[in-house]
Protein backbone atom coordinates (compact mmCIF):
# COMPACT_ATOMS: atom_id res chain seq x y z
CA UNK A 1 0.00 0.00 0.00
CA UNK A 2 1.18 3.23 -0.98
CA UNK A 3 2.03 5.66 2.13
CA UNK A 4 -0.23 9.09 1.76
CA UNK A 5 1.41 11.84 1.11
CA UNK A 6 3.04 14.43 3.44
CA UNK A 7 3.35 18.18 3.24
CA UNK A 8 7.04 17.68 2.34
CA UNK A 9 5.99 16.24 -0.85
CA UNK A 10 2.96 19.26 -1.44
CA UNK A 11 1.01 21.90 1.07
CA UNK A 12 -2.53 20.01 0.32
CA UNK A 13 -1.09 17.44 2.34
CA UNK A 14 -0.99 17.35 6.79
CA UNK A 15 2.57 17.10 8.40
CA UNK A 16 3.73 14.12 9.60
CA UNK A 17 3.74 14.45 13.43
CA UNK A 18 6.97 15.25 13.72
CA UNK A 19 7.12 17.75 11.45
CA UNK A 20 5.34 20.30 13.83
CA UNK A 21 7.42 22.84 15.40
CA UNK A 22 7.75 22.88 18.88
CA UNK A 23 8.14 26.40 19.84
CA UNK A 24 10.34 27.33 22.51
CA UNK A 25 9.04 28.97 26.53
CA UNK A 26 10.83 32.04 26.10
CA UNK A 27 8.50 32.37 22.69
CA UNK A 28 5.30 33.00 25.00
CA UNK A 29 2.48 33.28 23.15
CA UNK A 30 2.64 35.68 20.82
CA UNK A 31 -0.23 37.03 17.83
CA UNK A 32 1.41 38.23 14.03
CA UNK A 33 -0.64 40.30 11.31
CA UNK A 34 -0.05 39.60 7.56
CA UNK A 35 -2.01 41.99 5.46
CA UNK A 36 -2.37 40.48 1.88
CA UNK A 37 -1.28 43.55 0.24
CA UNK A 38 -2.94 44.04 -3.80
CA UNK A 39 -4.43 45.54 -6.55
CA UNK A 40 -7.86 47.17 -6.05
CA UNK A 41 -10.54 45.20 -8.01
CA UNK A 42 -14.09 44.48 -8.47
CA UNK A 43 -14.82 41.05 -6.25
CA UNK A 44 -17.46 40.55 -7.80
CA UNK A 45 -16.39 40.73 -11.24
CA UNK A 46 -14.64 38.43 -13.47
CA UNK A 47 -10.71 38.34 -13.26
CA UNK A 48 -9.10 41.40 -15.60
CA UNK A 49 -5.95 41.55 -16.26
CA UNK A 50 -6.24 45.31 -16.80
CA UNK A 51 -7.17 45.44 -13.03
CA UNK A 52 -3.93 46.53 -11.56
CA UNK A 53 -5.02 50.39 -9.98
CA UNK A 54 -3.13 51.14 -6.71
CA UNK A 55 -4.95 54.30 -5.33
CA UNK A 56 -5.13 53.79 -1.63
CA UNK A 57 -1.48 54.52 -0.42
CA UNK A 58 -2.64 57.21 1.84
CA UNK A 59 -4.80 54.86 3.99
CA UNK A 60 -2.17 51.95 3.67
CA UNK A 61 0.21 55.13 5.51
CA UNK A 62 -2.70 55.56 7.97
CA UNK A 63 -3.12 51.45 8.65
CA UNK A 64 0.94 51.62 9.24
CA UNK A 65 1.09 54.19 11.60
CA UNK A 66 -1.87 53.03 13.30
CA UNK A 67 -0.05 49.47 14.06
CA UNK A 68 3.37 50.58 14.71
CA UNK A 69 1.56 52.99 17.36
CA UNK A 70 0.36 49.44 18.71
CA UNK A 71 3.66 47.53 18.75
CA UNK A 72 2.13 45.28 15.69
CA UNK A 73 5.31 45.08 12.95
CA UNK A 74 3.20 43.80 10.32
CA UNK A 75 4.14 40.99 7.38
CA UNK A 76 2.59 42.79 3.59
CA UNK A 77 2.45 40.11 1.94
CA UNK A 78 2.88 42.05 -1.81
CA UNK A 79 1.49 41.41 -5.19
CA UNK A 80 2.86 42.60 -8.80
CA UNK A 81 0.70 45.51 -9.17
CA UNK A 82 1.41 46.85 -5.86
CA UNK A 83 5.59 46.12 -5.62
CA UNK A 84 5.41 47.80 -9.24
CA UNK A 85 3.44 50.91 -8.68
CA UNK A 86 5.85 54.12 -8.30
CA UNK A 87 4.09 55.30 -5.20
CA UNK A 88 3.26 52.09 -3.29
CA UNK A 89 6.62 50.29 -3.60
CA UNK A 90 9.28 52.78 -2.48
CA UNK A 91 6.59 53.10 0.37
CA UNK A 92 6.89 49.65 1.15
CA UNK A 93 10.62 49.77 0.87
CA UNK A 94 10.98 52.61 3.48
CA UNK A 95 8.84 50.91 5.87
CA UNK A 96 11.16 47.87 6.13
CA UNK A 97 14.51 50.26 6.55
CA UNK A 98 13.14 51.74 8.89
CA UNK A 99 12.60 48.40 10.67
CA UNK A 100 8.40 48.86 11.53
CA UNK A 101 7.37 46.34 9.06
CA UNK A 102 8.27 43.03 6.65
CA UNK A 103 7.20 42.78 2.82
CA UNK A 104 6.61 39.25 1.84
CA UNK A 105 5.28 37.80 -1.82
CA UNK A 106 1.97 37.73 -2.58
CA UNK A 107 0.72 35.91 -6.28
CA UNK A 108 -2.32 36.98 -7.90
CA UNK A 109 -1.48 35.17 -11.57
CA UNK A 110 -4.21 37.17 -13.12
CA UNK A 111 -1.90 40.32 -13.10
CA UNK A 112 1.63 38.69 -12.15
CA UNK A 113 4.17 38.21 -15.56
CA UNK A 114 4.40 36.20 -17.61
CA UNK A 115 1.31 36.51 -19.14
CA UNK A 116 0.87 33.57 -21.24
CA UNK A 117 -2.62 31.65 -19.40
CA UNK A 118 -5.95 32.58 -20.23
CA UNK A 119 -7.53 34.71 -17.54
CA UNK A 120 -10.40 32.30 -15.67
CA UNK A 121 -11.23 31.38 -12.30
CA UNK A 122 -9.35 28.15 -12.52
CA UNK A 123 -6.23 29.73 -13.46
CA UNK A 124 -6.67 32.34 -10.43
CA UNK A 125 -5.28 29.72 -8.18
CA UNK A 126 -1.21 29.27 -8.97
CA UNK A 127 -1.45 26.23 -7.79
CA UNK A 128 -3.22 25.16 -10.63
CA UNK A 129 -1.11 26.27 -13.30
CA UNK A 130 1.44 24.04 -14.86
CA UNK A 131 4.76 24.09 -12.62
CA UNK A 132 7.05 26.04 -15.03
CA UNK A 133 4.62 28.95 -15.24
CA UNK A 134 4.02 28.67 -11.82
CA UNK A 135 7.44 28.91 -11.04
CA UNK A 136 8.20 31.55 -13.39
CA UNK A 137 5.18 34.16 -12.29
CA UNK A 138 6.55 33.64 -8.70
CA UNK A 139 10.49 33.79 -9.75
CA UNK A 140 9.60 37.15 -11.51
CA UNK A 141 7.42 38.24 -8.13
CA UNK A 142 10.71 37.56 -6.23
CA UNK A 143 12.32 39.36 -8.25
CA UNK A 144 10.52 42.59 -8.60
CA UNK A 145 10.22 42.70 -4.51
CA UNK A 146 13.65 42.17 -4.08
CA UNK A 147 14.69 44.97 -6.53
CA UNK A 148 12.40 47.51 -4.50
CA UNK A 149 12.98 46.23 -1.16
CA UNK A 150 16.90 45.74 -1.69
CA UNK A 151 16.31 42.50 -0.25
CA UNK A 152 15.06 39.04 -0.93
CA UNK A 153 11.02 38.13 0.56
CA UNK A 154 11.39 35.20 2.87
CA UNK A 155 7.41 34.83 3.58
CA UNK A 156 4.54 33.91 0.71
CA UNK A 157 0.64 33.94 0.75
CA UNK A 158 -0.86 32.89 -2.14
CA UNK A 159 -3.41 34.91 -3.58
CA UNK A 160 -6.72 33.20 -2.78
CA UNK A 161 -4.66 30.93 -0.80
CA UNK A 162 -4.08 29.28 -3.87
CA UNK A 163 -1.18 26.88 -3.62
CA UNK A 164 -0.88 23.43 -5.53
CA UNK A 165 1.26 20.38 -5.68
CA UNK A 166 4.54 22.01 -6.65
CA UNK A 167 4.00 25.18 -4.83
CA UNK A 168 6.18 23.78 -1.86
CA UNK A 169 9.03 22.41 -3.80
CA UNK A 170 9.06 26.18 -6.04
CA UNK A 171 8.86 28.18 -2.89
CA UNK A 172 12.30 26.43 -1.62
CA UNK A 173 13.71 26.53 -4.66
CA UNK A 174 12.93 30.22 -4.79
CA UNK A 175 14.67 30.98 -0.95
CA UNK A 176 11.54 31.29 0.63
CA UNK A 177 11.53 30.00 4.16
CA UNK A 178 8.11 30.98 5.41
CA UNK A 179 4.78 29.81 3.57
CA UNK A 180 1.12 31.17 4.47
CA UNK A 181 -1.01 30.10 2.59
CA UNK A 182 -2.95 26.93 4.36
CA UNK A 183 -6.03 28.29 5.71
CA UNK A 184 -7.22 25.63 7.58
CA UNK A 185 -11.01 24.58 8.14
CA UNK A 186 -11.94 26.62 4.73
CA UNK A 187 -12.47 24.49 1.40
CA UNK A 188 -12.33 26.54 -2.00
CA UNK A 189 -12.55 23.17 -4.34
CA UNK A 190 -16.34 24.77 -5.64
CA UNK A 191 -14.25 27.43 -6.83
CA UNK A 192 -11.63 25.32 -8.31
CA UNK A 193 -9.14 26.12 -5.94
CA UNK A 194 -7.68 23.63 -2.62
CA UNK A 195 -9.69 22.22 0.11
CA UNK A 196 -7.94 22.77 3.41
CA UNK A 197 -10.27 20.42 5.34
CA UNK A 198 -8.27 18.42 8.29
CA UNK A 199 -5.00 20.81 7.75
CA UNK A 200 -3.66 21.94 10.96
CA UNK A 201 -3.22 25.33 12.82
CA UNK A 202 -0.24 24.83 14.40
CA UNK A 203 3.00 25.75 12.27
CA UNK A 204 4.86 22.70 11.25
CA UNK A 205 8.48 22.16 8.66
CA UNK A 206 7.24 21.83 5.06
CA UNK A 207 8.56 21.46 1.72
CA UNK A 208 11.39 19.29 0.32
CA UNK A 209 13.69 18.32 3.48
CA UNK A 210 11.58 20.71 5.73
CA UNK A 211 12.82 23.65 4.42
CA UNK A 212 9.81 25.81 4.72
CA UNK A 213 8.02 26.92 8.17
CA UNK A 214 4.17 26.88 7.52
CA UNK A 215 2.64 29.15 9.46
CA UNK A 216 -1.21 28.30 9.04
CA UNK A 217 -4.04 31.17 9.36
CA UNK A 218 -6.02 31.12 12.55
CA UNK A 219 -9.69 29.71 12.70
CA UNK A 220 -11.50 28.61 15.33
CA UNK A 221 -14.45 26.14 16.28
CA UNK A 222 -17.13 28.34 18.99
CA UNK A 223 -20.24 27.58 20.52
CA UNK A 224 -21.50 24.68 22.87
CA UNK A 225 -21.16 21.91 19.79
CA UNK A 226 -17.23 23.48 19.20
CA UNK A 227 -15.63 20.00 19.78
CA UNK A 228 -17.27 18.53 16.49
CA UNK A 229 -16.49 21.16 14.44
CA UNK A 230 -13.84 18.97 12.34
CA UNK A 231 -15.67 16.10 12.66
CA UNK A 232 -18.72 17.72 10.50
CA UNK A 233 -16.99 18.74 7.40
CA UNK A 234 -20.26 20.86 5.59
CA UNK A 235 -21.19 22.38 8.56
CA UNK A 236 -17.65 23.07 9.90
CA UNK A 237 -17.10 24.91 6.43
CA UNK A 238 -20.04 27.04 6.33
CA UNK A 239 -22.36 24.84 3.80
CA UNK A 240 -26.00 24.42 4.14
CA UNK A 241 -28.76 25.21 5.85
CA UNK A 242 -27.59 23.65 9.03
CA UNK A 243 -24.39 25.40 9.35
CA UNK A 244 -26.66 28.51 9.11
CA UNK A 245 -29.12 27.28 11.79
CA UNK A 246 -25.90 26.38 14.42
CA UNK A 247 -24.07 29.68 13.84
CA UNK A 248 -27.47 31.75 14.15
CA UNK A 249 -28.19 29.44 17.92
CA UNK A 250 -24.53 30.01 18.77
CA UNK A 251 -24.04 26.51 18.82
CA UNK A 252 -21.31 25.89 16.47
CA UNK A 253 -19.54 29.17 14.47
CA UNK A 254 -16.26 28.84 12.59
CA UNK A 255 -14.41 32.34 13.28
CA UNK A 256 -11.32 33.17 10.99
CA UNK A 257 -8.93 36.07 12.70
CA UNK A 258 -9.64 38.88 10.64
CA UNK A 259 -11.58 41.85 10.95
CA UNK A 260 -13.16 41.26 7.62
CA UNK A 261 -16.83 40.19 8.10
CA UNK A 262 -16.53 38.89 12.17
CA UNK A 263 -17.63 41.08 15.00
CA UNK A 264 -15.22 41.48 17.91
CA UNK A 265 -16.80 39.75 20.10
CA UNK A 266 -16.42 36.59 18.12
CA UNK A 267 -13.15 37.07 17.43
CA UNK A 268 -12.62 37.36 21.12
CA UNK A 269 -14.06 34.46 21.74
CA UNK A 270 -12.39 32.58 18.59
CA UNK A 271 -8.69 34.11 20.40
CA UNK A 272 -9.90 32.42 23.85
CA UNK A 273 -10.83 28.99 22.31
CA UNK A 274 -7.50 29.26 20.18
CA UNK A 275 -5.14 29.59 23.53
CA UNK A 276 -7.59 26.74 25.13
CA UNK A 277 -6.34 24.47 22.79
CA UNK A 278 -2.92 25.26 22.78
CA UNK A 279 -2.16 27.23 20.06
CA UNK A 280 0.97 29.93 21.13
CA UNK A 281 1.34 31.78 17.68
CA UNK A 282 -2.09 33.47 16.34
CA UNK A 283 -2.24 34.43 12.73
CA UNK A 284 -4.55 37.41 11.69
CA UNK A 285 -5.14 38.77 8.82
CA UNK A 286 -7.05 41.40 6.16
CA UNK A 287 -6.46 42.81 2.59
CA UNK A 288 -4.88 46.05 2.42
CA UNK A 289 -7.51 47.51 0.00
CA UNK A 290 -10.11 47.16 2.92
CA UNK A 291 -8.02 50.26 4.44
CA UNK A 292 -9.96 52.70 2.27
CA UNK A 293 -13.79 52.80 1.37
CA UNK A 294 -15.23 51.27 -1.27
CA UNK A 295 -12.71 48.78 -2.27
CA UNK A 296 -13.73 45.30 -0.32
CA UNK A 297 -17.27 44.00 0.88
CA UNK A 298 -16.02 45.07 4.44
CA UNK A 299 -15.26 48.78 4.49
CA UNK A 300 -17.81 50.25 2.49
CA UNK A 301 -18.25 53.93 4.83
CA UNK A 302 -16.22 56.17 6.50
CA UNK A 303 -18.61 54.66 9.40
CA UNK A 304 -17.25 51.05 8.32
CA UNK A 305 -13.31 52.73 8.95
CA UNK A 306 -14.05 54.03 12.08
CA UNK A 307 -15.60 50.00 12.59
CA UNK A 308 -12.17 48.62 11.59
CA UNK A 309 -10.22 50.86 13.67
CA UNK A 310 -12.11 50.09 16.73
CA UNK A 311 -12.37 46.40 16.13
CA UNK A 312 -8.97 46.42 16.20
CA UNK A 313 -9.07 48.26 19.52
CA UNK A 314 -10.94 45.61 21.13
CA UNK A 315 -8.82 42.86 19.64
CA UNK A 316 -5.62 44.58 20.64
CA UNK A 317 -7.14 45.14 24.27
CA UNK A 318 -8.14 41.60 24.40
CA UNK A 319 -5.28 40.06 23.76
CA UNK A 320 -2.96 42.37 26.20
CA UNK A 321 -5.51 41.07 28.93
CA UNK A 322 -4.58 37.51 27.57
CA UNK A 323 -0.95 38.09 27.77
CA UNK A 324 -0.41 37.82 24.05
CA UNK A 325 1.96 40.11 22.80
CA UNK A 326 3.00 40.42 18.60
CA UNK A 327 5.35 39.15 17.09
CA UNK A 328 7.31 40.27 13.77
CA UNK A 329 8.25 37.56 10.96
CA UNK A 330 12.70 37.49 12.45
CA UNK A 331 10.89 36.62 15.88
CA UNK A 332 9.31 33.62 14.03
CA UNK A 333 12.06 32.87 12.27
CA UNK A 334 14.64 32.48 14.91
CA UNK A 335 12.00 30.76 17.66
CA UNK A 336 11.32 27.98 14.83
CA UNK A 337 15.03 27.91 14.61
CA UNK A 338 15.65 27.40 18.02
CA UNK A 339 12.63 24.89 18.36
CA UNK A 340 13.74 21.42 18.64
Known amino acids: MTAPPSSRETLLAPPSPGDF ?3 PESFGTRFMLVVDTEEEFDWD ?5 ESRAVTITDAMERGQAYFAAAGVRPLYVTDYPVIDDPVA ?15 GAHCHPWVNPPHVEEVNAFNSFAGNLPEALERAKIA ?12 PPLAFRAGR ?14 GFRVDSSIRGRF ?5 HGPDFGGLPLLPYRAGPDGGL ?15 LGDRLPGVARGRGLAAGLLARAGLLQRVPLTPEGIDARDAGRAIDRLLADGLRLLMFSFHSPTLAPGHTPYVRTQADLDAFYGWWDRIFSHLAHRGVMP ?3 EDVLAAADGAG
Open 140 to 151: ALRDRLTEVIGK
Open 21 to 23: IDL
Open 213 to 227: IELPLSTAFVGGLHA
Open 161 to 174: YGVGPNSGAILRDL
Open 89 to 103: GPMLARWVAQGQADV
Open 187 to 191: DYAAQ
Open 327 to 329: AGL
Open 45 to 49: APFDR
